[in-house]
C-alpha cells in the first residue's frame, strides 16, 4: 500500500509499568498476584458523573448503556486506597522521579506544578470509576525528527479476572504514559519508534519487564479518514501489522460510503417490530426473544457483509455497536438465510417490509428495551457508514485486526484530584537529575571495552540482566563468564526444570566472585547454582559441588590417574590429554578449573612419556 | 498581559516548546493553573500567559423535574456534606454548593420512591455544625412534618451527623421518619456512595419507621443500607463507606439495593407512634471531656461554671483518684456530671471498684450504655428544658429516645 497516497498518520501512547517499591497513590507493594490467593471479594456500581463543566463524556456514557454490578478480588498487598474506600496517598516520589527522568532523557519541559486529574474510566477497571493521571512534561524529541506531546504519570488500572469481575492487585502501579504527536508515516515507523521509546523506558533499568508490563495504544487516521486509538497492543511485532489493517479498514469503509453515496443509500430511523414473522422460526435466537426488531437500509444490500479488513466485516461494526446494550449480536440479510433463519422467513421479512433488491435488513432480538437500545446503535454506525469513519477508541483483536470499544473520549472525562495537593517541580531538581546511559550507547561500550562479540551485546542489553551484569563487571568478574552465566546458564537450568527464581542476584554475584577467586570451577557453575535454587546457600553449594583441593593434592590426584592409564598414554602421546580431562574433572567434581586441571594435566603426561622414553619396559 | 485572568478565559499558554490553548482555571500557590485542551490541568508561571477570548457565561441548562404527586410525600432539607458537593477553583477542594433540587437531577430514580419538597438549610461542612444550626433544622423538619411531610430526609456531612441525628432524636417527637443521610465518597466521582444512600434513605423516609435515624452502607459492598437509631449510631471508621455503626444494639432495619425494600426489626419505633412536637432549648454550656492517664486536675477545674459534663472515663467509667476532689466541688457548684466510657460498647459501672464508688459518692451519674457524644447532646437538651437538677437528673437517668437501654443484649 502506498501510505504516503493514502494520506497515514499515526501516533502512539506508550503505557510502562514502573518497578517502584510502593504504588502511585498508596504504600502496597506493586506486586501481581495469583487470583486464588485473594483474601475477600466485594462488589459496586458506577455511574458517569458530570465534568466541572457540566458535561458528561461521550465514552462514559456509552458504558452506562447497562448497569453493571462490578466485582473485585482484594489481597493481602491491597489496601483500603485500591478498595475505593481511603483518600489516596500523595504522589509517589519514587514514581516521579523516574518519570522526570525519561521526561529528561527525551529533552522535555517539565510542569511547574504537576496537578493530578482523575480520568473518567467507568469500564469496572477502576474502583473509583476514574484513573488518576498527572501530566508532568512536555514537548520531547524523537529520532524520527517527530515530537512526544506529554508525558504522564498514571496509576494501572485493575486487571480483568473475567466479565465484570476484577482483580486489585495491578491497580494503583505506577505507569508512564508517552504520547508522540501523530508523526509518523507509515506502519514500519510507527513499529521503530514504539521500539525506540521501549529502549529509552528500559534504559533507567526502573521499570517493569514482561508480558503485560507495556502496552502501546495507536492513534491512526489516512486522509478523508478520522482518528481512531487502537488500545492494548501488547507486542512490538504486532505494531505495524495493526496500523497496516486499521489504514485498511479505513480506506475500505471510504470506499463503501463512496459506493453508498452512488446508489442513494439511506438509514431508515424507526426500526421495524417484527416479532411476528419469526413465530415458528428454527433459530433459537429469535425464539428466545421477546422482541424483534428490523432496521432497514436502503441502498446497503451486498456491502454490509463486505470484509473491511481480515475477519472483520461492515456488519461487525454494526454488531459492535448494538453489543453496548447487552444484546449478542445481529443479523443482516448480506448473510441471510444462515444461523437458523429459514429462506422463506427472509423472503416473508422482505415481502412485509416490501424491501427492494438492494436494501438490507438488520435484525436485532432481545427484550423490548434491548432490542430499541441496539437498534437505535445500528442506526447510528449505519449513519456513520454512509459519511465515512467515525472516530472511534477500538480493542485489538488477535492478529491485529480491531473490535470497537467506545467513543473517543473528550476533555469532558478530565476532572481534578482533588484529594492530591499538586507538587512543585524545580528546574534546578530536574536538571539535577543523572541521565541514564541509553541500552544502545551500552551495547557499543560492551562491544569497544569488555570485547563483547557484537552479538552477544545486544542480547545483553535487551534482557533484564543487563543492569546486574554491570555490576558483575564491576565487582572484577570476567564480562565473558557474566555474560554466559546470565544469557545460557541460568536459561539452560531452568529449561532442565530448575526453579532458578529464588536465585538472587547477589548469590549469583557471590559464586562468581568465588570462581573468579579459585574457589570453585566454572564447570561446577551449574551444580552450584542447582544447590541454590533448592535452598542452600552459596558456601554449602560451593563445599558440597567444589571442595578446595590444593594444586599439590591436584597434582597427586592427576598422577595417579596417569599412572593407572599408563598404556593409553604410550599409545596416544599428548592425544591422550583430551580423553584423560574428563576423568580427572570427574575425580575432583568441579573443585578446580578446567584451565588449571589441563595445564596440570599436560605437564604430568609429558613427564610420563619422558619416563618412558628414557626408561621403557 | 499578565495577572488578571478570570476562570474560564481562553489564554494561550507558551510553556515548553509549542504554544498550547487552555482555559484558565485559577491561581494557585503562585502558579497559574490551566486546563489544556486535553483536559490536562497544569500549573505554570503566569506570565507565559495571553489572553485569546473571554467567552460567555453559559448557564447550565434548567431541566425540569416532573413528579408523581401520587407518591409519597418526601421532604429533604439539605445542611451540606458530600452527598451534594462540587470541586471548589477557588481552594481546588471539594466544597458544599448545591441544593436539594441538584441531589432530585442528579439521582433521578428519587423520582420513583416519593413526590419532593425540597428545602436548603445551609450549605455548611458538618464540622462546622453548631448548636442554633440544630435548632433552625429542628424547627425546619418540624415544619416539614406539620405541613404534611410523610418523611423528612436530612443530607448532612458525616463528620458530626451522628451528633445532629441524636440532637433531633431530643429535640423532636416525630410521627414520621426523619432519615439523615451523607456519603463518605464524594458525589462527583462515578463510585460515590450517594446514589445508593440517597434511596435507601427516601425509601427509609417513605416507609413505616417513625423516629430519627441515620440511613447509610452496611457494608464495603453495594448491596445494603442499614437503618441507625439517631441516639445509638456512631462514625466508627475516617473513611469507609459503611463507617456508621449502630454501638450496643443492631441496627433497627435496613434497605437492601437496588431493589430498595426496606425491612424494619421489631424494635423499631412504628410511624404515627406519636404527635409531632419541638422543644429546641439546648443549654450550650455543656461539655464533653476523654480522661487520660495523667490528667490534671486543672482540666476538670477548667468547667467551672458549666451547666453540664460528661465524661469520658475509662473501662466501667473511671478517672483518676487525683481528679475526684476537682470533680466533687464542680458538682457542689452545681454542675451535672455524667460518666461514660470511652470503651463505647458496654455499660458504665461504677459500683465496682473504690474509684467508681468515690466518683457516685461525689455525685457523677452513671451514664449506663449512653454513648458519650449522645450523652452530651442529651444533657445540652435535659439542661435546656429542665432548671429543677433533681428533674435533669432524673431525666439523664432515664431512657427517652433509645439512647438508654436497660439491658445489655448485644455484644461486641
Known amino acids: 500500500m502506498d501510505y504516503e497516497n493514502l494520506g497515514l498518520k499515526a501516533g502512539i501512547e506508550i503505557h510502562q509499568q514502573m518497578n517502584t517499591r510502593e504504588k502511585l497513590f498508596c504504600h502496597c507493594p506493586t506486586v501481581l498476584r495469583k487470583f486464588d490467593e485473594r483474601s475477600g471479594e466485594f462488589f459496586r456500581y458506577l455511574r458517569a458523573t458530570e465534568s466541572e463543566l457540566g458535561e458528561i463524556d461521550e465514552a462514559a456514557k456509552e458504558e452506562m448503556k447497562q448497569e453493571r454490578q462490578f466485582c473485585y478480588y482484594a489481597y493481602d498487598t491491597t489496601c483500603l486506597v485500591e478498595y475505593d474506600e481511603e483518600p489516596p496517598a500523595p504522589l509517589n516520589p519514587e514514581a516521579l522521579e523516574i518519570c522526570c527522568t525519561i521526561a529528561r532523557t527525551l529533552s522535555m519541559t517539565p510542569i511547574g506544578q504537576v496537578h493530578t486529574m482523575r480520568k473518567l474510566v467507568i469500564d469496572g477497571s477502576n474502583t473509583s470509576g476514574f484513573q488518576r493521571t498527572a501530566l508532568v512534561a512536555m514537548d520531547g524529541v524523537l529520532p524520527n525528527g517527530g515530537s512526544i506531546e506529554t508525558i504522564c504519570l498514571e496509576e494501572e488500572a485493575a486487571q480483568r479476572v473475567e466479565g465484570d469481575t476484577f482483580s486489585l492487585d495491578r491497580l494503583g502501579i505506577p505507569l508512564v504514559e508517552i504520547t508522540t504527536s501523530p508523526c509518523m508515516k507509515t506502519p514500519e515507523e510507527v513499529r521503530e519508534i514504539a521500539a525506540y521509546l521501549g529502549m529509552v523506558l528500559r534504559s533507567t533499568g526502573r521499570v517493569k519487564r514482561g508480558l503485560g508490563t507495556i502496552r502501546q495504544d495507536v492513534n491512526i487516521s489516512i486522509r478523508d479518514g478520522a482518528r481512531v486509538e487502537i488500545k492494548g497492543v501488547q507486542e512490538l511485532d504486532l505494531i505495524a501489522e495493526v496500523v497496516k489493517r486499521e489504514a485498511l479498514r479505513q480506506e475500505n469503509l471510504l470506499s463503501i460510503r463512496d459506493q453508498l453515496r452512488d446508489r442513494g443509500a439511506s438509514v431508515v430511523e424507526e426500526p421495524v417490530d417484527v416479532t411476528g414473522i419469526f413465530g415458528t422460526t428454527k433459530s433459537s435466537i429469535l425464539k428466545r426473544a421477546s422482541r424483534i426488531l428490523a432496521v432497514r437500509l436502503p441502498g446497503f444490500a451486498g456491502l454490509v457483509g463486505r470484509e473491511i479488513q481480515p475477519g472483520r466485516r461492515l456488519g461487525s461494526e454494526f454488531s459492535d455497536y448494538a453489543r453496548k446494550c447487552g444484546v449478542g449480536g445481529i443479523f443482516h440479510t448480506d448473510e441471510l438465510p444462515a444461523y437458523g433463519i429459514a429462506a422463506g422467513e427472509v423472503a416473508e421479512l422482505r415481502a412485509h417490509l416490501s424491501a427492494g433488491d438492494n436494501e438490507c435488513i438488520i435484525l436485532v432480538a432481545a427484550d423490548p428495551g434491548k432490542a430499541r437500545c441496539a437498534a437505535q446503535q445500528v442506526v447510528i454506525r449505519a449513519g456513520w457508514a454512509l459519511r465515512g469513519v467515525p472516530e472511534e477508541t477500538r480493542k485489538m483483536l488477535e492478529e491485529g485486526s480491531t473490535a470497537y470499544m467506545r467513543p473517543l473520549p473528550g476533555a469532558a472525562r478530565m476532572y481534578p484530584e482533588t484529594d492530591v495537593v499538586p507538587v512543585t517541580i524545580t528546574s534546578d531538581w530536574f536538571d539535577s537529575l543523572p541521565l541514564p546511559e541509553l541500552l544502545t550507547e551500552k551495547r557499543d561500550r560492551f562491544v569497544q571495552n569488555l570485547h563483547l562479540d557484537p552479538a552477544l551485546a545486544s542480547q545483553l542489553v535487551s534482557s533484564e540482566q543487563v543492569f546486574l551484569f554491570e555490576r558483575m563487571v564491576a565487582a572484577g568478574i570476567s564480562p565473558a563468564l557474566a555474560a554466559r552465566t546470565l544469557l545460557s546458564t541460568l536459561k539452560e537450568l531452568s529449561r532442565a526444570g530448575t526453579d532458578v527464581s529464588h536465585i538472587t542476584d547477589q548469590e549469583i554475584l557471590d559464586i562468581l566472585s568465588a570462581v573468579e577467586l579459585g574457589e570453585a570451577a566454572k564447570e561446577a557453575i551449574p551444580a552450584i547454582l542447582g544447590m541454590v535454587s533448592s535452598g542452600a546457600s552459596v558456601a554449602e553449594a560451593i563445599q558440597e559441588c567444589a571442595p578446595a583441593i590444593s594444586r599439590e593434592e591436584l597434582r597427586a590426584i592427576v598422577k595417579k590417574i596417569v599412572e593407572s592409564r599408563s598404556d593409553f598414554i604410550t599409545e596416544r602421546g599428548k592425544g591422550a590429554l583430551g580423553p584423560l580431562m574428563g576423568v580427572v574433572m570427574d575425580e575432583v567434581r568441579g573443585s578446580v578449573d578446567g584451565k588449571l586441571v589441563s595445564e596440570v594435566l599436560r605437564q604430568e603426561i609429558a613427564a610420563h612419556v619422558k619416563e618412558k622414553e628414557i626408561h621403557p619396559v | 498581559m499578565t495577572g488578571d485572568f478570570s476562570s474560564g478565559d481562553i489564554v494561550l499558554c507558551t510553556y515548553g516548546r509549542n504554544p498550547r490553548k487552555g482555559t484558565y482555571i485559577t491561581s494557585r500557590d503562585g502558579h497559574a493553573v490551566v486546563k489544556l485542551e486535553s483536559g490536562y490541568n497544569v500549573?505554570?508561571?503566569?506570565?507565559?500567559?495571553?489572553?485569546?477570548?473571554?467567552?460567555?457565561?453559559?448557564?447550565?441548562?434548567?431541566?425540569?423535574?416532573?413528579?408523581?404527586?401520587?407518591?409519597?410525600?418526601?421532604?429533604?432539607?439539605?445542611?451540606?456534606?458530600?452527598?451534594?458537593?462540587?470541586?471548589?477553583?477557588?481552594?481546588?477542594?471539594?466544597?458544599?454548593?448545591?441544593?436539594?433540587?441538584?441531589?432530585?437531577?442528579?439521582?433521578?430514580?428519587?423520582?420513583?420512591?416519593?413526590?419532593?419538597?425540597?428545602?436548603?438549610?445551609?450549605?455548611?461542612?458538618?464540622?462546622?455544625?453548631?448548636?442554633?444550626?440544630?435548632?433552625?433544622?429542628?424547627?425546619?423538619?418540624?415544619?416539614?412534618?406539620?405541613?404534611?411531610?410523610?418523611?423528612?430526609?436530612?443530607?448532612?456531612?458525616?463528620?458530626?451527623?451522628?451528633?445532629?441525628?441524636?440532637?433531633?432524636?431530643?429535640?423532636?417527637?416525630?410521627?414520621?421518619?426523619?432519615?439523615?443521610?451523607?456519603?463518605?465518597?464524594?458525589?462527583?466521582?462515578?463510585?460515590?456512595?450517594?446514589?445508593?444512600?440517597?434511596?435507601?434513605?427516601?425509601?427509609?423516609?417513605?416507609?413505616?419507621?417513625?423516629?430519627?435515624?441515620?440511613?447509610?452502607?452496611?457494608?464495603?459492598?453495594?448491596?445494603?443500607?442499614?437503618?441507625?437509631?439517631?441516639?445509638?449510631?456512631?462514625?466508627?471508621?475516617?473513611?469507609?463507606?459503611?463507617?456508621?455503626?449502630?454501638?450496643?444494639?443492631?441496627?433497627?432495619?435496613?434497605?437492601?439495593?437496588?431493589?430498595?425494600?426496606?425491612?424494619?426489626?421489631?424494635?423499631?419505633?412504628?410511624?404515627?407512634?406519636c404527635e409531632p412536637g419541638l422543644s429546641k432549648n439546648l443549654e450550650e454550656r455543656c461539655a464533653l471531656m476523654t480522661f487520660f492517664p495523667g490528667m490534671s486536675p486543672a482540666s476538670v477545674e477548667a468547667f467551672s461554671g458549666y451547666a453540664g459534663l460528661v465524661l469520658s472515663g475509662t473501662g466501667l467509667g473511671h478517672v483518676s483518684t487525683i481528679l475526684i476532689p476537682a470533680i466533687r466541688k464542680l458538682i457542689e457548684e452545681g454542675t451535672l456530671v455524667v460518666m461514660t466510657s470511652q470503651c463505647l460498647h458496654g455499660r458504665v459501672c461504677d459500683r465496682v471498684y473504690d474509684t467508681g464508688r468515690d466518683l457516685l459518692k461525689a455525685g457523677v451519674i452513671e451514664g449506663e450504655d449512653m454513648l458519650p457524644e449522645t450523652a452530651l447532646v442529651k444533657l445540652m437538651w435535659v439542661l435546656g428544658n429542665e432548671k429543677d437538677p433533681e428533674c435533669a437528673e432524673r431525666l439523664m437517668r432515664s431512657n427517652l429516645k433509645g439512647e438508654y437501654t436497660g439491658r445489655s443484649t448485644n455484644g461486641l
Open chain 2, 43 to 273: 500549573g505554570v508561571p503566569v506570565s507565559c500567559l495571553s489572553l485569546v477570548s473571554r467567552p460567555e457565561i453559559v448557564e447550565l441548562p434548567e431541566i425540569t423535574i416532573s413528579q408523581d404527586e401520587s407518591l409519597s410525600a418526601l421532604s429533604i432539607v439539605s445542611t451540606g456534606g458530600t452527598i451534594a458537593s462540587r470541586i471548589d477553583y477557588r481552594t481546588g477542594a471539594v466544597t458544599s454548593q448545591f441544593d436539594a433540587a441538584d441531589i432530585l437531577r442528579a439521582i433521578p430514580r428519587l423520582q420513583t420512591i416519593g413526590y419532593y419538597r425540597a428545602r436548603k438549610l445551609t450549605t455548611i461542612l458538618s464540622e462546622n455544625m453548631t448548636l442554633a444550626i440544630w435548632q433552625q433544622l429542628a424547627e425546619a423538619v418540624y415544619e416539614e412534618i406539620r405541613g404534611g411531610a410523610s418523611g423528612v430526609i436530612v443530607t448532612h456531612g458525616t463528620d458530626t451527623m451522628a451528633y445532629s441525628a441524636a440532637a433531633l432524636s431530643f429535640m423532636l417527637d416525630t410521627p414520621v421518619p426523619v432519615i439523615f443521610v451523607g456519603s463518605q465518597r464524594s458525589a462527583d466521582r462515578p463510585s460515590s456512595d450517594n446514589t445508593m444512600n440517597a434511596l435507601c434513605s427516601a425509601s427509609a423516609a417513605a416507609s413505616d419507621l417513625g423516629e430519627v435515624a441515620v440511613v447509610m452502607h452496611a457494608s464495603t459492598n453495594d448491596d445494603v443500607c442499614a437503618i441507625h437509631r439517631g441516639t445509638r449510631v456512631r462514625k466508627m471508621h475516617t473513611s469507609r463507606r459503611d463507617a456508621f455503626r449502630s454501638i450496643g444494639t443492631l441496627p433497627v432495619g435496613s434497605v437492601t439495593y437496588p431493589s430498595l425494600s426496606v425491612n424494619l426489626e421489631p424494635c423499631a419505633v412504628r410511624r404515627g407512634s
